[in-house]
């Protein structure tokens, strides 16, 4: 998959964690888009396209569609239906439906302007796409009066209002209704309220609808490529990852054409790099061209698993390849040597973001932080510290956090604590990582009793001890009194309370939801982004 050659000139690897840079991210240049040349039909066409273009920038810039089309209509002493179509029709493509929703508002209440069904109907779908209920209840009561006939169109987008505004189970009533009783679903009301049931966490329900689409016999309409998205993000979601992959297989089977957003939206939930790996070559088999996204989850996945060599590689070959990095892409190659403490390439990548269009955010800043105290290098944090600074940040519980981490491992209490401090003084509100590390230091470089002091303190700062905390407080106990007492604080006070593992920690609490944390490695929100639902 990886071509070899990348890592022969790119960089040598002598043992692990050990990368030696020679000219690794070297400058690209990337496809630029060419600019579309414009063909006007005469000199008055261009004028009028030309001052469109100037209403749109003066909407944007001012923020209010109303008060620009209101300053033409006084001016011209009239408002020209195409040009207040034409912006329309734009703002939609744009999906900017605040504005959409305040042009019709405003036109509704114009004489000048016969307010027709489409009018009532685009309306509708604004309000829906914006969670407004209640608006969207309002114009659908009022068309009724007025005697238009009901509409999927609308009937759907007060489906939607009902499920942006988290009113999940009146976006179901409503589609049940528009089954039993009219009007008659469309793909697109179908794709709505799987997704809608899929935010709601209504699972069952979301299957439900889908398996009785795949029933050729009784089904409406054949699923689509969406659908099947939505459905590969359901049992991601659901943990149910043997049926995304099914999903996946199911496609193909029903002739059903699988794009990058499929391979991605598999990719987005699997742990080991190795079926990571493997879908982007499946991916790649198929003919399918990677996007950004695709590299990118290829990138974290080797990055996980500390696999820094491979993930440079696939980077390179994104660049290679004419893909622009994202910030986002950027920053994960760049954890992925930060977590190995590889500072020095870790300062390549992050001089390469400005290169190539991505500014370096609080996060790459933080990751670099991180790099310098994965490398003991607790000098080099304190300049890199001073420089966030410098660069125009603040720095937040992350920054100290890493600090704080640095010199616990460092068994420095004195800056420890000191960075604490500087913490509070900053009004920055410790979280649980902190208080942990603290209690940790305190209890491996002076006693117990310290540890138990951290840890009550946890709940004066507003935190409750998570399942990690109470097992740092039980692997410090190192006497038979000192494990009873950290197993009464966590509340295990069973039968096992003396069985214990070597280390501190008793096995019934070592065993017990062990499986908890392993969805930490599916990001939701970054499988939202590959479908683009939000």
């Known amino acids: 998959m990886i071509c070899g050659g990348l890592l022969d000139s790119n960089l040598k690897i002598h043992k692990r964690g050990e990368v030696v840079c020679f000219g690794i991210l070297a400058p690209r240049k990337f496809l630029r888009k060419r600019k579309k040349v414009e063909v006007f039909k005469d000199a008055a066409d261009e004028a009028d396209q030309k001052n469109w273009r100037k209403l749109m920038n003066e909407i944007d810039e001012s923020g209010s569609a109303v008060s620009v089309l209101r300053s033409i209509r006084i001016e011209k002493h009239s408002l020209p239906k195409d040009l207040v179509v034409g912006t329309l029709v734009r703002f939609k493509q744009l999906k900017k439906w605040n504005i959409v929703s305040e042009i019709l508002e405003w036109l509704w209440l114009q004489d000048c302007w016969d307010f027709i069904e489409m009018d009532f109907l685009m309306l509708i779908t604004a309000y829906g796409k914006q969670g407004e209920f209640n608006k969207t209840e309002t114009v659908l009561n009022f068309m009724t009066k007025k005697g238009y006939p009901p509409s999927v169109i609308s009937h759907t987008a007060l489906m939607e209002a009902y499920g942006r505004g988290g009113q999940y189970n009146k976006a179901e009533a409503t589609f049940r209704r528009m089954q039993s009783s009219g009007p008659e679903p469309s793909a697109v009301t179908y794709q709505i309220i799987l997704k809608i049931f899929v935010e709601g966490n209504k699972f069952e329900a979301a299957e439900e609808i889908f398996e009785s689409l795949l029933n050729d016999k009784s089904s409406p309409l054949r699923p689509d490529q969406k659908m099947f998205h939505m459905m590969i993000y359901l049992f991601g979601k659901a943990r149910n990852y043997e049926k995304a992959r099914k999903m996946n297989a199911l496609m193909a089977e029903r002739g059903v054409q699988r794009s990058t957003v499929t391979y991605n939206s598999l990719m987005s939930f699997e742990r080991s790099y190795k079926e990571v790996s493997n879908i982007y070559d499946e991916m790649q088999r198929a003919g399918v061209r990677p996007d950004v996204v695709s590299y990118t989850l290829l990138i974290s996945a080797y990055g996980k698993a500390r696999r820094e060599e491979e993930a440079l590689a696939v980077f390179e070959e994104m660049l290679d390849a004419g893909v622009r990095p994202t910030q986002k892409a950027y920053n994960i190659l760049l954890h992925s040597f930060a977590l190995s403490g590889m500072v020095e390439q870790a300062r390549i990548v992050f001089k390469s973001m400005r290169r190539d269009r991505c500014t370096p955010d609080l996060y790459s800043y933080n990751t ?55 913490m509070r003084v900053s009004s920055i509100k410790a979280n649980q990582t902190v208080l942990t590390t603290i209690m940790d230091a305190y209890g491996k470089n002076k006693d117990f009793d310290s540890a138990v002091v951290w840890f009550k303190d946890m709940k004066s700062c507003g935190v409750v001890p998570d399942k990690k905390a109470k097992n740092v407080l039980l692997s410090l106990a190192k006497t038979t009194e000192e494990l009873t007492e950290a197993r009464q604080l966590v509340g295990h006070t069973d039968s096992n309370a003396n069985e214990n593992t070597g280390d501190g920690f008793p096995k019934s609490v070592i065993d017990e939801d062990d499986d908890e944390d392993e969805d930490d490695d599916y990001d939701y929100n970054f499988a939202k982004e590959i479908l683009s639902i939000q």
């Open 368 to 422: 670099m932080l991180l790099a310098y105290v994965n490398a003991s290098d607790m000098e080099g944090a304190e300049k890199f510290r001073r420089r966030i600074k410098q660069d125009g940040f603040e720095l937040d519980v992350v920054a100290y956090g890493t600090l704080i981490n640095g010199y616990a491992k460092a068994n420095n209490l004195e800056k420890m604590m000191e960075k604490y401090e500087e």
